[in-house]
């Protein structure tokens, strides 16, 4: 696994006021290379990143390249972009072209992620679902409790009354 980090220079740092988030270099990047960032997405060339700051396109010219690392992990971790690395599918460069294969550890790797997170979206669906039932049955509670009553002692009017709100009569 390369680490995109250790290849980015402290002078591709972000300039203050730099304020272009991932999915906005996603676009710009899908823009200057819409061969290589389309939908559904293609894998990748391995090292792809060096290969953007080698062309920088103007589009990209004041991006920075922490930036950019980012657009491609955005762009990466995408469900879609996990279920295309299968094991030989071709990898492209930014001409679109062919750059490689999808190896075996990729491959393994992109499916055993996708199933984590298929795990945990299905966790987080039955937590809500388990949270939705008891706040109805909360609910429920409160629409069974009798109804409040409260009396204007001032006046010989009392106060309608509802479960929820009290209203003068």
């Known amino acids: 696994r390369s680490d995109w980090s250790s290849d980015v220079c402290s ?12 999915q906005e270099v996603v676009e710009r990047l899908q823009k200057a290379y819409p061969k290589t960032f389309s939908t559904p997405p293609t894998p990748l060339q391995v090292g792809i990143h060096k290969a953007i700051r080698a062309s920088k396109p103007a589009l990209l010219e004041e991006v920075s390249m922490v930036k950019i690392v980012k657009a491609l992990q955005k762009w990466t971790r995408q ?7 299968t094991e030989r599918a071709p990898r492209v460069d930014l001409d679109g ?3 490689g294969k999808v190896n075996h ?23 809500n679902e388990k949270d939705r039932d008891a706040k109805a049955s909360e609910i429920e509670k409160v629409d069974a409790s009798p109804p409040m009553i409260e009396i204007d002692r001032g006046t010989s009017h009392g106060l309608q009354y509802s479960h929820r709100k009290l209203h003068k009569v």
Do not use: T
């Open 11 to 22: 002078s591709d740092l972000a300039p203050p006021g730099q304020a272009l988030s991932a």
């Open 79 to 85: 469900d879609v972009y996990l279920q295309a690395l």
């Open 97 to 99: 072209r062919p750059a």
């Open 105 to 127: 550890k990729d491959a393994v790797s992109a499916s055993k992620r996708l199933k984590l997170r298929r795990g945990r979206r299905k966790h987080w669906h039955s937590r």
